[in-house]
């Protein structure tokens, strides 16, 4: 399985790197793109849709992945997720793979629309509400939460699972929507995130004794490299001075895989430290994204009106440069990456 992780990784890696320049001249050709204005810290016209070459990176390395079969990834797409029940269909670890991949996908022409011409805020939001149901309705769902004071698993109502599962899922969309403000800064988060996460899967995988929650690690764990070899193969052009935005196509389409890969990866277990890990290592932009809404709420403005209080803006205000303030952000998501890497060390 070692080797699929790997593989994965530099598959992800090579085709990012080979198909954003043709993303680029795409979005150019069609006019796609980023338009300079008070609130924004660049000064030229940029390309967007750099999320399309994040996206088929993660799909296409997927793919490379499946056809030469590497390491048995067929088998582990194949393993039922469930007890057999007689006359009903048993999920497998694929169906939740399908899921992931419709729902991504739903969020890729959402936010295709919304940088070539604008998304109302509603219609957005409703978007990404089917793309969080289409996830439900493939398995993957927060079914229970472990009660930190008492470690007590806690089994959630169908309803109460469901409104859940979906505002996490649209929680983490927003919150690397808000953060993505300057020349790689949500993808470095983000990638600084998916390589915790694996690391934390990776842990997990060895401390679990039920084969069904380790089977899905296993494929967190594929997934997360994936995700964080195309993230890479994009900082190429987008670290300062970026040649491409990843525009909303990208933020919204990481947000979604970190939201659906925190429920399998962590949710579905039982440590009473689980729902903590993913907020610790994501907490830049999660906590970004609440001084936002309580900021707007306070100043009586809608809370998806874009403003320029986010924590990049201010340190740009001091005069911090772009490429000091991103790598102080990389530095700070390292550390509490760190500090999640250790508390699942010691809960374990």
Known sequence: MELSYIFGFFFSLTITLLVTPLVINIAERFGVMDRPDPRK??????????????YFGFVGSLGLLYLLNVKYFRVLLSFPMEKFVKNIPTPTIQTYLGGIIIGATIIIFLGMIDDKKGVEPLTKLLTQIIAAMVVLQYGIKIVGITNPFTANYMRLPIIFSTVITAIWIIGFINSVNLVDGM???????????????????????????????IKGLKLVALLSACLVGSILGFLRYNFNPAKIFMGDTGSMFLGFMLGTLTIIGTLKTTAAIALWIPVIMFGIPIMDAGFAIVRRLFRKQP?????????????????????????????ISALLGFIAIILTILKG
């Open 183 to 213: 020349d790689g800064l949500a993808a470095g988060i983000v990638g600084i995130t998916g390589i915790t996460f694996f690391i934390v899967t990776i842990l997990q995988i060895n401390m679990q004794t039920s084969i069904e929650i």
């Open 41 to 54: 810290v660049h000064s030229r016209y940029k390309p967007r849709w750099g999320g399309l070459g994040i």
């Open 303 to 331: 809370i998806m009106k874009a403003d320029k209080g986010h924590f990049h803006h201010i340190l740009l205000e001091r005069g911090w440069s772009q490429k000091r303030i991103v790598i102080t952000m990389y530095c």
